[in-house]
Structures are given as C-alpha cells and as structure tokens.
C-alpha cells in the first residue's frame, strides 16, 4: 500500500466551506484509500464532513492532502484536481 501526498492552495473566494466539504467527502467515500486533510498541523478525516469543518481553510490556505491505501494515488489526484478547479465555484 502507498502513502501519497501533495499540497494544494485552497483557489475559490469562499474557501472551503459546507458544499467543498460535502464533495471531498463525497470522493473519499468512493475510494478505499483513508484521506487525511491538514491545515496548520491540525489533520482531519477526508470521509468526515464535521471534521473537515474544524479546519476554517480560507482562500489561499495551503493544504496537505494524504491518503494511505490501495487507490491512494487516484483519490489524492482527484481531490487536488477538485481544489485546484475552485470546486466549480466561479
């Protein structure tokens, strides 16, 4: 099993917010993988809408995205690809 991480900046003006965080969690759900977000040390469950929450990501906030399990690459490289599309925010 492969442990994959990246960084991201949080692009879209609102920040990550209820609707971003139902759509990570959407994907993570999908995957096997585990996903971990981090944001200033803090690190939540990627599956977990209450604790992704905690993390209060403004425009500009640098994530670490990291997922450890079989699709661990495909589940990391499709969170960064939400984020780094603003979430199809305008």
Do not use: Y
């Not at 993570?28 to 905690?54: F, P, W, Y």
């Not at 403004?58 to 979430?87: H, Q």
């Amino acid at each position: 099993m492969a442990v994959i991480t990246r960084k991201v900046v949080i692009p879209n003006q609102q920040g990550l917010h209820a609707r971003p965080i139902a759509q990570i969690c959407k994907l993570a759900n999908a995957h096997e993988a585990q996903l971990l977000i981090s944001l200033n040390g803090l690190e939540v469950d990627g599956r977990s809408v209450l604790e992704m929450m905690t993390l209060c990501a403004p425009r500009g906030s640098d994530l670490t995205v990291r997922a450890d399990g079989k699709d661990a690459l495909e589940l990391v490289e499709k969170v960064v690809e939400l984020i780094e599309a603003g979430f199809g925010e305008p």
